[in-house]
């Protein structure tokens, strides 16, 4: 007989799925940015905020990121940012 657990998604090692609990979405877990990525990111977000989509692809390919990642990455670091020009 299949066990209780068939069919249910199980945590994989890579970060792709996670199961957290009942009734709750799948989430990866948060990415951790090597401090080469981060050097890289922060360099390109002191010469512009925003990246066009052929920008951002090329940047994902160069760090090994997904266009994801970097466009999430960017979101959060301009809210980071406004906060902080907000506080003066």
């Known amino acids: 007989a299949p066990s209780p657990e068939a069919g249910k998604p199980l945590a994989v090692s890579n970060g792709e799925l996670r199961l957290a609990g009942k009734g709750r979405k799948l989430r990866k877990p ?6 080469l990525q981060l050097q890289a990111l922060n360099q390109r977000f002191q010469q512009t905020q925003y990246l066009a989509l052929p920008e ?31 506080q003066g």
């Not at 997904?66 to 907000?86: A, E, L």
């Open 56 to 86: 951002r692809a090329e940047l994902a390919a160069q760090l090994g990121l997904t266009q994801t990642q970097v466009k999430i990455w960017f979101q959060n670091k301009r809210s980071k940012y406004k906060k902080i020009m907000k």
């Open 30 to 35: 948060r990415t951790i940015y090597s401090s």
